[in-house]
């Protein structure tokens, strides 16, 4: 049977490498332009991760550059007494002191170099932390609300991504930039007071190296650039073979040698472009050499006639070449630091922003403090609109809850319960209207400590990876007792008697020993969970969605029946199980359509009673 043509469809790279084309079609000038503003930006976040090693990576560096000098200057001293007239042991003896101020200073500049070395590699693990903190400190702190905003969520993707693990390479680059330039203008120094004539022929010598260094740079940029979607390809072959959900099906319908063709042709296009890579690198780099090779060579043809008019003496040409190379060094490295700098600058610019971002969509600080309790909660004209949304979720919402009371709300799919609930726990702050605990405005007060005294089971719980007692207790610690009522009210007790390590049990099967649970099990851990908690308020947001009608019946016959002083809020599909509440709210459309106990609404012969017959006849 002959093979299926192949079909290699295209890859987009937009969402994964966001500035790769500012960075190949970006020049020169516009990089050295932005430089400045990096090295400062990176320097601050270096200062706030260490202001010891920032400073000692800083300092050693500039001692290193004063004895690159010394020991320039000194060489000079070396080569005038060897250079002079005279039997050669007095030269030699005459050169001596300059000999070891040039051995000191070499021993010392690798000395402070080292040191440098070892302050600035303290710094990394050091940046890596204060900016991991900063971002998850600022993700976990920003309004709920933040992460219904496609904006942010791209911006906090990118920033997670790669913005926070650029930080360090950005400082390192940074540093490396300022010492080579220190080195550059140590060098600069040395030969200006040689001969003013030199530094022009310093530029004369580095220019055409740097040239060559930054076309290495970009072509070396550009092709990583055009690899980029072959790569991605690759991979994603290459997890469709090795992976283990596709495993089943890459066999049961015999994909083996069609993905092995996929992989092949493009690993083949990978290496072409390698290949290619390697040819042009090849030619740059001897252009580049040979460019640098007039260059120097110019260099010597004017020190040989400066040196032939007597402009300047045989020791200062001697110290001028040693002085161009180390330049010359200095600059290579300056060049690659810069290149890359620029390229990290440009994703940590994307962490900086993020986070000048989130600072904006931090919860207002509470001018009150929160109510111990209340009597009664007042929601009134509630308004709600989710970011990027044309219709409003909530309009115009007014209800009243009661301590101690059970309310339910029920309405159909998308009518706006959770949003509304959202509301009433203090997870999003209402646009338009008011909600009072008594007379506190909550706008009022600390919206996390209005969240410490309401609890929420929800239908999405988290399947937290810690232990049974951590997934009831969420860190609080309130004593045994309180732990095992709150399981008991739940059901997780039986649970937690199934498992091999009780409530120390880990849950999660990527930990040795860990457990899994099944979804019903979790359910009754999460429903736990919100009895735990010290909570007025109690919201039953759909908790129950994975049970049957029965099973949850009977649970919300639990909660009702251990609220104990609690106010429960109950939000569910099935009006069977509301039929108890204390006073049941009708959503449609996001507004409130109707309202009182289930006698009433049913007498009312409303959307209500609508949506009970209905259901009803179902189970008949
Ligand atoms: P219910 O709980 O009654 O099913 P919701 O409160 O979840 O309703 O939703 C109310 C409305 O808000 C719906 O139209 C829904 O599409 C919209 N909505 C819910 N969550 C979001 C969100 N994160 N972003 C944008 N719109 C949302």
Known sequence: MPDEPLELSDISISDWYPHADTMTEVGFPAIARRLPALIRQALGIAW?????????????????????????????????????????????MAALPSLAVVAVSATLRSAVGAGAGWAQARLTPQISRATEQRLYGLTSHVELVAYDDPEFHDALERANNRGAVVADSVVTEALDV?????????????????????????????????????????????????????????????????????????????????????????????????????????????????????????????????????????????????AIRSAQQSLNNLMFATNRLYEQGLYFTDFLEFCADAERRLPRAGRLPVPGGFERIAVRDVTFTYPGS???????????????????????????????????????????????????????????????????????????????????????????????????????????AGLPLGYRTLLDRRFAGGQELSGGQWQRIAVARGFHRDADLLICDEPTAALDARAEHALFERIRAHAEGRTVILITHRLASVRYADRIYVLEHGGIAEHGSHEALMRNDGLYADLYTLQASAYK
């Open 48 to 92: 706030t991760a260490s202001r010891r090693d920032t400073l000692a990576t800083i300092a050693l560096s500039l001692l290193g550059g004063v004895f690159t000098a010394f020991g320039l200057l000194a060489t000079t001293g070396v080569l005038t007494a060897l250079f002079s007239q005279g039997p050669t042991p007095d030269r030699v």
């Open 178 to 322: 300022v010492t080579a330039a220190i080195g550059i203008c140590a060098t600069a120094g040395v030969l200006g007071v040689l001969h003013p004539v030199l530094l022009p022929l310093l530029l004369l010598a580095v220019l055409p190296d740097a040239w060559a260094a930054v076309r290495g740079a970009r072509m070396r940029y550009a092709t990583m650039y055009g690899l980029i979607p072959t790569r991605r390809h690759k991979w994603i072959v290459g997890d469709l073979l090795a992976e283990r959900s596709p495993a089943a099906e890459v066999r049961s319908f015999t994909m083996r040698s069609f993905l092995l063709r996929l992989y092949d042709a493009v690993a083949r296009a990978e290496q072409d472009l390698m290949l290619r890579l390697a040819r042009r690198q090849a030619v740059a780099r001897v252009l580049g050499e040979a460019l640098g090779g007039i260059g120097t060579g110019l260099v010597y043809v004017v020190l040989g006639l400066l040196l032939a008019g007597g402009a300047i003496p045989l020791a200062v040409a001697g110290t001028a070449v040693l």
């Open 390 to 496: 044309a219709t409003p979720a909530l309009r115009g919402v007014s209800l009243e809850i009661r301590r101690g009371e059970v309310v339910a709300l029920v309405g159909e799919n998308g009518s706006g319960k959770t949003t509304l609930a959202k509301i009433l726990a203090g997870l999003y702050a209402p646009a338009g209207g008011t909600v009072h605990w008594d007379d506190t405005d909550l706008a009022d007060v600390d919206p996390e400590a209005l969240r410490r005294r309401t609890a929420v089971i929800a239908q999405d719980h988290t399947r937290w990876p810690l232990t049974v007692r951590d997934n009831i207790t969420m860190g609080t610690d309130r004593g045994r007792p309180a732990l095992e009522r709150a399981a008991a009210v739940a059901g997780a007790d039986e649970v937690v």
